[in-house]
């Protein structure tokens, strides 16, 4: 079992510019700009620790990769446990619809930038608007929390409103009825 960790800013970001500009300035590279469909599942109930457990199946570039994590907010930042696999099977979305049953569907452009542990992405979600994450991966000898302080202040003349919880949280609000 692969079980990953990371720490996430995530807030509204309505000046792209600017946060190029921050990304290029503080040595961030460039990576690619792709196009993503998320496919969120209804989960079971779970135990009673206090996180979220979230199962989706990304599509992009015509691949699946099926991600599991649990979350929880702390300290303004969210913390994942997360394990993935990639899939090239079709029907795979089908049968976890069938199986769980469809929560939100997210598509989003996302430019992706990197540096050192840390994955930078410029997301436009469709029925959102543009959101700026920033995903610090736990790596022996980095101090997450710290980085997150960091690109908090780093990002702080651009960002908006900061966003609890994902992405499905806010399709699913943009798409309830008032």
Not at 19 to 45: I, N, S, T, W
Not at 145 to 170: A, H, K, M, T
Request: charged share 30%; proline share 3%.
């Amino acid at each position: 079992m692969n079980l990953r960790l990371n720490r996430e800013l995530k807030a509204y970001c309505n000046d792209f510019t600017t946060a190029r500009r921050l990304l290029r300035e503080h040595g961030a590279a460039f990576v690619e700009v792709k196009e993503q469909v998320d496919h969120y599942y209804r989960m079971p109930p779970g135990d009673a620790d206090g996180a979220t457990r979230r199962l989706k199946l990304r599509i992009e570039h015509g691949r699946g990769e099926l991600i599991y994590y649990c979350e929880g907010q702390d300290r303004g930042a969210r913390t994942s446990r997360f394990q993935t696999a990639s899939t090239d099977d079709p029907l795979m979305g089908d049968v976890l619809e069938a199986a769980l049953g469809i929560s939100a569907v997210v598509r989003k452009q996302r430019e992706l930038w990197r540096k050192d542990n840390v994955v930078f992405n410029l997301d436009t979600v469709e029925g959102v608007g543009q959101i700026l994450e920033v995903e610090v991966q736990a790596q022996d000898g980095c101090d997450i929390d710290l980085q997150i302080i960091e690109y908090q202040r780093l990002f702080e003349p651009c960002l908006g409103d900061y966003i609890v919880g994902s992405n499905e949280d806010l399709v699913a609000r943009a798409s309830s009825p008032p």
